[in-house]
């Protein structure tokens, strides 16, 4: 046995009635006996780090490209009522809970589930999902980097037609009819589809050989992770500050480029002029939670991983309000400024309805963008050059994100792994799994992935973490938790959502998503059958590690009897707590004292939500 000496920190009161004797951290032995001492875990530098890292995550291509063109086709400013809302009810208090878990146990994703070991399985499809959105994430950094080097050409080449296209093309601002085959594509498409991703119109032939010139810009994205990643946090949270600063400084001089041109005005009032009756349309509530969910990276386990690495006793409540608040403000910027260019863009073309100069999606980001810009009368390089370097640099902030919660999840398991083994490791194979996305066909796989593989998984397993962290843990516990912790009580607010309308608005939103399932579809293409199968695939590995782990975890426990495994399984192990073992001991005097308050009460569900 090995004795270990500790340093007292600072005494801290905790209690949760005043007639109830106090405890203090000071009160408990400072010296501790250890048969396998606790491995120090890194730190961020500063406590400003996690606020930027959180930042740099969540505020992505979502915010840049996806809520504009979910906004506008769900009520316009009217979007802004339910997205608030879900906001409020789901985005903010998950986020909360996330970060919470993480902070007070000091343990990555997979780690945290230490809390009820019969669930850990959904941190293992999150781990998984969050793999595969990584390598298609960095397939579209890929994109985004070919178009950026593009930029500097002395004539931006989705501008014109090249002799290949034919009738097929037709130059910006010649016609922009999109894809109506009566008129062609326009130029800055046919650049898209034909020249850079020479994209075919269905799988018939396969998925093609990859383009090579997208290969080295995705090993380019790939060497930018892997040395960001290198040092761990030591090095991501230095880089955070560039990361989550750098994109507001070119959306500002964007936006007072987007305000100042002819038409701007008429396009921003048509992304926020409110369509009433869409509130009454379930499909527009389903869209904004499914763009509060992904937007803000929740139930991913990016979070608790990010939170792990923080001090015990830091205020996480006001950065997660300035996250949250950020990441709506910014997918508001970005649409008033995306609007504003495209209001332009229609006037310049002397089109009446700006919808008709709008694509969806990537579009929005590699068509519709470079359509607009193409019309400026000066300097359009740059501002070509200033968007899609933003666009790069959200980019990697997100997939910086994605990519730590996988080698921190590895790290965790395989703690004598050197940490620049692991982010090389993981870069290479990132890079190699990313060929694929780089093919003519690689946008049918990647539409493919980012359903089935990421949206499908995420919902299900969401809704199983909501109720393992609310229900089976206990929301009471979890208040009991953040009180040892912080010092300061949680409000029937938090404890609501966290454990009735969270789970419960996720719920209905995969039940509506079943209901109207239909075949998925590229631009208007379906799949081989084939194709479907492998979809179906991809999700049930996600999703089966749920009951996986359950049935092994149950059968690992020392009981005679099913009952009691299951029982022993659905409990916090026995280092469940803070991993400074001082303040673990502390925490386990703590918990006697709530469990003798706990048992005082008779119903379940009050001991719960406002015990």
């Not at 986020?95 to 589930?113: D, H, K, M, P, T």
Request: include cysteine; proline fraction near 5%; charge should be neutral.
């Amino acid at each position: 046995m090995e004795v270990q000496q500790l340093r007292k920190p600072p005494c801290v009161i905790y209690t949760t009635n005043e007639d109830e004797p106090k405890v203090c951290s000071e009160d408990v032995e400072a010296t501790t006996t250890l048969s396998n001492p606790v491995q120090e875990r890194d730190r961020w530098s500063k406590g400003v780090e996690f606020l930027f890292s959180c930042i740099a995550l969540s505020v992505g291509l979502g915010n840049v490209w996806r809520f504009p063109f979910i906004a506008l086709e769900n009520g316009g400013g009217a979007f802004l009522i339910p997205y608030v809302i879900v906001l409020l009810l789901i985005g903010r208090p998950v986020y909360y809970l996330e970060v919470i878990i993480g902070q007070f146990s000091s343990r990555g994703c997979i780690r945290a589930y230490d809390m009820a070991p019969i669930m850990r399985g959904i941190a293992y499809g999150q781990v998984y999902s969050t793999a595969l959105a990584t390598t298609y994430y960095a397939c579209i950094m890929a994109l985004t980097l070919r178009y950026l080097i593009a930029s500097f050409s002395e004539v931006l080449p989705w501008t014109y037609c090249p002799i290949e296209g034919g009738s097929q093309c037709v130059a910006t601002g010649a016609s922009v009819k999109g894809t109506d085959p009566k008129h062609g594509i326009s130029a800055a498409e046919f650049y898209l589809t034909q020249t850079v991703l020479r994209e075919p119109f269905d799988l018939k032939d396969g998925l093609g050989s990859p383009s090579w010139d997208l290969v080295f810009c995705l090993m380019l994205t790939w060497v930018i992770i892997a040395a960001t990643l290198i040092k761990g946090i030591r090095s991501s949270g230095k880089a955070s500050y560039f990361l989550a600063l750098f994109p507001y400084v070119i959306m500002v001089i964007l936006l007072i480029r987007a305000v100042t041109l002819p038409g701007a005005w008429q396009g921003i009032s048509y992304f926020l002029q409110p369509q009433w009756s869409q509130l009454l349309n379930p499909h527009v509530w389903f869209a904004a939670i499914t763009q509060m969910f992904f937007s803000l990276a929740i139930c991913f386990g990016t979070l608790v991983m990010y939170a792990s690495f923080n001090d015990f006793h830091k205020n996480v409540h006001k950065d997660v309000i300035i996250i949250t608040t950020v990441d709506s403000f910014t997918s508001l910027l970005a649409g008033c400024i995306i609007f504003g260019i495209l209001g332009n863009l229609a006037h310049e073309t002397n089109t009446p309805n700006i919808s008709q100069v709008v694509k969806g999606g990537a579009g929005l980001a590699f068509i519709s963008y470079p359509e607009a810009i193409a019309k400026f009368r000066f300097l359009p390089q740059l501002f070509a050059v200033l968007f899609f370097f933003m666009l790069l640099v959200l980019g990697i902030g997100s997939n910086i994100g994605m990519a730590s919660c996988v080698i921190t999840a590895i790290k965790d398991r395989f703690t004598q792994l050197p940490h620049w083994i692991l982010a090389i490791g993981f870069s290479v194979l990132g890079f190699l799994c990313g060929l694929i996305y780089m093919t003519p066909g690689g946008q049918f796989v990647l539409n493919l992935v980012d359903f089935y593989g990421c949206t499908f998984i995420a919902l299900v397993l969401a809704i199983a973490e909501l109720l393992t962290f609310g229900w089976i843990y206990g929301v009471k516990r979890i208040c009991s938790d953040i009180e040892f912790m912080l010092n300061v009580k949680t409000g029937f607010y938090w404890r609501i959502c966290w454990a009735i309308v969270a789970p419960g608005l996720i719920f209905l939103v995969l039940a509506y998503m079943l209901v109207s399932y239909e075949p998925l579809t590229y631009r208007g293409t379906l799949y081989p059958s084939a194709a479907y199968v492998a979809g179906w695939a991809i999700w049930a590995v996600g999703v089966a590690q749920l009951p996986l782990w359950a049935i092994y975890t149950v059968y690992q426990q020392p009981a005679n009897t099913f009952s009691k495994k299951l029982k022993m399984a659905m409990q916090p192990t026995n280092d469940w707590g803070p991993r400074q073992p001082q303040l673990f001991e502390a925490y386990i005097l703590y918990q006697k004292r709530q469990s003798e308050v706990q048992m005082r009460s008779e119903s379940f569900l009050f001991n719960n939500i406002f015990g």
